[in-house]
């Protein structure tokens, strides 16, 4: 589900997006975008779950 997150928001015809645990909601959608890349980097990819923290 991230993997399709990412490629939906890389879609998107907006430069921010507003994330709404983020303080101050508003960020470049091209930074939100790298960080979820990062954690999905990160996976296991035998795993159901991503740990993220």
Do not use: Q, W
């Not at 303080?23 to 991503?50: A, C, F, H, Q």
């Amino acid at each position: 589900m991230l993997k399709a997150e990412i490629e939906v928001l890389g879609k998107l015809d907006a430069r921010c997006l507003l994330v709404s645990h983020f303080p101050g909601m508003i960020r470049e959608k091209s930074e939100v975008i790298r960080e979820l890349e990062e954690i999905y980097k990160t996976r296991n990819k035998n795993d159901t779950l991503i740990t993220v923290g």
